[in-house]
């Protein structure tokens, strides 16, 4: 079995981004992400220091929001409008989960379209559905939810084939599923989603030639769950008495699968390198100069 190294590719494609953000800033582009946090959670915390950082190491502008758990909906709404106005920031993260008393979906939704770096506004998804192809998703430089994208991109790094393949999503959130399953038909690969409420899930999945576990279930996926010679992609990050894991029960899997993900250093790391590749894409789509248009954010 060959593991795939997320860490390895998402340190490389760092590179590549800090590169491209060096070039559109000599053309008078400079990404900037305003990230907004609202309440103590510590996890949220972790996950928000971690873009921040991620932001200084390759020269993107970043302005942190904190607001106290007591915040109203209107307060956070207004400040969402207020950066939508903000010329020096080209993409809004709003960290979730939010405290229950807030609308995640509204505020979300109160996000700018042209700053949605994280593609997860009803305008965001709508757009990914309705392109077909995954040239068609790059050549309108569509801001697509980071996770998803970081998975496209470990697969197409690694060379392992999704065009003609059946892949097996098992999960179907707005998050990860719903908009994965979207890009690996845009790459031509035959999707199969399931979830919860599927019968027969480890004879489902047992099908695929690529298997997707985000079910938020920890070692969920055991080897009967695959078929020999998979690609298992694992987007689970659980916690459990013997530490971090994911929804792939590694050591059961790893004898049977062609290539896996680990947990940690696989896909995680990916998704904090895809939101800097949406800023700085955002960036780009929002600048009015006319000798940015053809830039490509990634090789």
């Keep these: 079995m060959q593991i795939i190294d997320g860490k390895k590719i998402s340190d490389e494609i760092r590179t590549e981004l800090k590169a491209k953000a060096e070039e559109l800033k000599v053309k008078g582009v400079h990404p900037g992400l305003a990230t907004i946090l609202v309440g103590e959670d510590p996890a949220s915390h972790v996950y928000v220091n971690s873009k921040i950082k991620a932001c200084e190491a390759l020269g993107i502008k970043s302005f942190h929001h904190k607001l106290p758990e007591t915040a109203g909906e209107t307060e956070l709404i ?24 807030l609308n ?23 757009k990914l559905f309705s392109l077909k ?7 309108a430089k569509l801001l697509v939810p980071c996770t998803p994208l970081g998975v496209i991109y470990l697969l197409k790094k690694y060379g392992i084939e999704i065009a003609g393949k059946h892949a097996v999503v098992l999960g179907r959130s707005n998050l990860v599923g719903k908009p994965l399953s979207i890009l690996l038909m845009s790459n031509d690969a035959t999707v199969t989603m399931a979830h919860s409420q599927t019968k027969n899930i480890p004879e489902i999945a047992r099908q695929a030639d690529i298997l997707v576990a985000a079910i938020g279930k920890s070692r969920f996926v055991k080897k009967e769950f695959i078929k020999p010679g998979a690609t298992v992609i694992d987007v689970g990050m659980n916690r459990d ?5 994911g929804d792939v029960d590694f050591k059961d899997a790893a004898g049977i699968a062609g290539f896996m993900t680990p947990v940690p250093g696989g896909v995680g790391p990916m998704t904090i390198t895809m ?3 949406n800023t700085i894409l955002a960036g780009l789509k929002q600048s009015p100069a006319k000798n940015t248009e053809a830039i490509r954010i990634l090789s």
């Design 104 to 126: 995640a979906d509204r505020c979300v939704n109160a996000i700018s379209p042209d700053k949605d770096v994280d593609g997860l506004t009803v305008n965001s998804l709508g």
């Design 275 to 277: 939101l800097m590749h």
């Design 241 to 245: 008495r013997d530490g971090l894991c």
């Design 133 to 139: 192809k995954w040239g068609e998703i790059e050549s």
């Design 78 to 101: 207004d400040l969402i409008e207020k950066l939508n106005q903000d010329k020096s920031v080209s993409g809004i993260l709003l960290q979730l989960p939010l405290p229950r008393k």
